[in-house]
């Protein structure tokens, strides 16, 4: 009788477990800004200063890498950098 109290007690904690972690993944969601350069470098530059200041501002902590989209010519380059923010 006690093995099987030990098994649902296990079973409920791991549940409780696994609910908190859907809790936590819930707070997070992928922000993202844009930036301008005469290079593409200056442009992910510009971007990615943008998009920290966007998170901290909405209160929120950066996780992961950050992901780059850039369009436009060579003079004058537009970057989009995305990542992932979790309050």
Do not use: H, W, Y
């Given at each position: ?66 992901d780059y ?9 537009e970057c ?6 979790c309050g």
């Open positions: 009788m006690r093995g099987m109290l030990r098994v649902a007690l296990g079973v409920s904690s791991l549940a409780a477990v696994a609910l908190i972690g859907t809790q936590a993944e819930a707070k997070c969601s992928r922000m993202s800004a844009t930036g301008f350069g005469i290079a593409k470098e200056m442009a992910m530059e510009m971007a990615k200063m943008n998009l920290d200041v966007a998170i901290s501002t909405a209160g929120q902590n950066a996780k992961g890498r950050v989209k850039c369009t436009g010519p060579m003079l004058l380059a989009k950098a995305s990542r992932r923010a």
